[in-house]
């Protein structure tokens, strides 16, 4: 930790950025020092360098030019420096090692690559971003890192990652979160639109628990590809007076989410069934919607706070990157 | 048939209006004499008398006020005269009592109420405008009016209708159609929009049979709930080069209808192994897609003329309601 204390974290996606000012602390921990928001990949008309330094170069007077760690869509075809993605199974240190790293107005940045995986079907699956929440988990317990656990990264796409014995072995893709939104917002499902995100916060009001319930234990406990046939009953339920537009809403997301985690239940890669707990990272609110139906399920789970476990996972590539630098210093 | 050998059927959905003339020949058999279209009920900003009566009057000339059926979303809560939904197992005889009659400018006007059924999980479902094909079925052959025949009638929403004895018992609806349209326009599944409907008319050039056929057997046979898992596999397989944008369109295609299959291969209300034959009614290339994935399941399937079906409909209950007016006269 002697040539840097301090570096900069850029979680820069499709709409947001997220910069994180960190410390380093002596002991290799981290603190969280300040932080500040840009607009995401898709969403800013100003050049990718112009938008990052206008939400990083305010940190200058008082800290110099950090190092600066990127990672998510900023590292894609449609970002600035795309980067390969690296074939699962794969460790935090080869992920570290394969870097993209560039100058930029003077400032040392990394771009952290992606990462693929060929399933048992013979699809293949990818994620970029996700990682680093992957390698923050693995920093959150000694245990993590030894033996096959599943972590659930829910959001507009869920993830589902297998880890064994501390390396990303395989990962799998649910359209969960953006098909809620497209049906929600765009179907003749539910016609009374209901605001269930406000600037990307949860409406909680809007949250009905009962109707959830409901939505997930149908598509949990009914026939096969029960979710393209249950589906309209979102509809049904309400023409028929048995759910409001509200209620809905709640009740479609429970469909969607329990037909997620049926699927994860019956996926030929893991046995569910075989794992302690399923460990969730992702927004509170969602988080602990996907935790209620996998302990319906009589499966443990444990919520991670998503920001903490991000910037673990950065801190992880910075000390792997600064270690092979002293090495070859 | 002796008080009128002539009427107009209306297929007022809402996107568009269709309008039939028909001829009931002495022999009570229908013969199309001409059509004419206009504005669904959403579409247009006419009144709906006026956008009626711009549809139908320049028939006057020649035959005079005609008598008019309806049916469609016309007879719903957004439409003209609002329908109740009646409820299954019903008969065409019943369903044909239960129009609701008005004058309008004229003209003697009925609107054909729509169908609701309760399912074994206690979801209800329902129908507007496509019981006319149904009955319109049970005319095509003397078989179709003994013993259960299952009916699938692709659209928007897939209604797969079980008929038994001549009556419609009940039927589920899958959000097929829509999902397609949702996810190929408004996701960021397919990045490269491919125009797949043009006025209404699939564009043929865009479909790819192979994509389609290996997007189908993911979802028949792969483990359960592979739809929400499966569908990431529709933008995996082109970043991965598997799929051009074209052909991920089909491939997205054959997932859903795959699905909407497989479901109905698993429905507990039915047992598609013991139909002798699936009776499918839509648009000729959808039509054809559904039949390709059940033949595929070793399905016999038979594909029936829409517009002819629907008419024989139209003409079931007009031929109904002329005997109950015989009758009272």
């Known amino acids: 930790m002697q040539r840097s204390s301090y570096f900069i974290a850029v979680d820069w996606g499709t709409s947001r950025l997220r910069a994180f ?42 800290y110099g030019k950090l190092p600066v760690l990127m990672a998510g869509q900023i590292g894609s075809s449609i970002g600035w420096k795309e980067t390969p993605y690296l074939s699962s199974p794969i460790s935090p240190q080869e992920l570290a090692k394969s870097c993209v ?75 969960t979160g953006e098909l809620f939104d497209l049906i929600a917002n765009h179907s003749v499902l539910i016609q009374e639109k209901v605001t269930v995100f406000n600037q990307g916060v949860f409406n909680q009001g809007v949250f009905n628990q009962e109707a959830f319930d409901s939505g997930a234990a149908f598509t949990l406990n009914s026939e096969m590809g029960s979710l393209i046939h249950g589906l309209f009953s979102v509809r049904s339920r309400q023409l028929f007076g048995q759910l409001s537009a509200h209620e809905a809403t709640s009740y479609l997301s429970g469909l969607l989410i329990g037909s997620d985690v049926r699927a994860s239940m019956n996926a030929t890669e893991w046995s569910l069934a075989k794992m302690d707990k399923v460990s969730i990272i992702g927004a509170p609110h969602l988080s602990s919607c996907f935790a209620s139906v996998l302990e319906s399920q009589s499966i443990s789970t444990e919520i991670c706070q998503v920001t903490t476990t991000t910037l673990l996972g950065f801190n992880s590539v910075f000390q792997s990157i600064n270690e092979v630098n002293q090495e070859t210093a």
């Not at 300040?34 to 607009?39: D, K, M, N, V």
């Not at 690559?113 to 293949?124: A, R």
């Not at 972590?151 to 893709?173: M, Q, R, Y």
């Open 21 to 62: 000012l960190c410390k380093v602390k002596s002991d290799g921990s981290l603190k969280l020092v300040t932080r500040r928001a840009g607009l995401g990949v898709s969403k800013s008309a100003l050049s990718f360098e112009e938008t990052l330094m206008q939400c990083i170069s305010p940190w200058e007077v008082e």
């Open 101 to 175: 790293n560039f100058q930029c107005n003077g400032y040392n940045i990394n771009v952290i690559p992606g990462l693929s995986c060929k399933l048992e079907n013979n699809n293949y699956d990818c994620m970029r971003g996700e990682e680093l929440q992957i390698l923050g988990w693995l920093q959150l317990a000694e245990e993590n890192q030894v033996g096959r656990h599943l972590v659930c990264l829910p959001g507009t796409h869920t993830k589902w990652v297998l880890v064994e014995d501390g390396k990303i072995k395989l990962f799998k893709t649910a359209l």
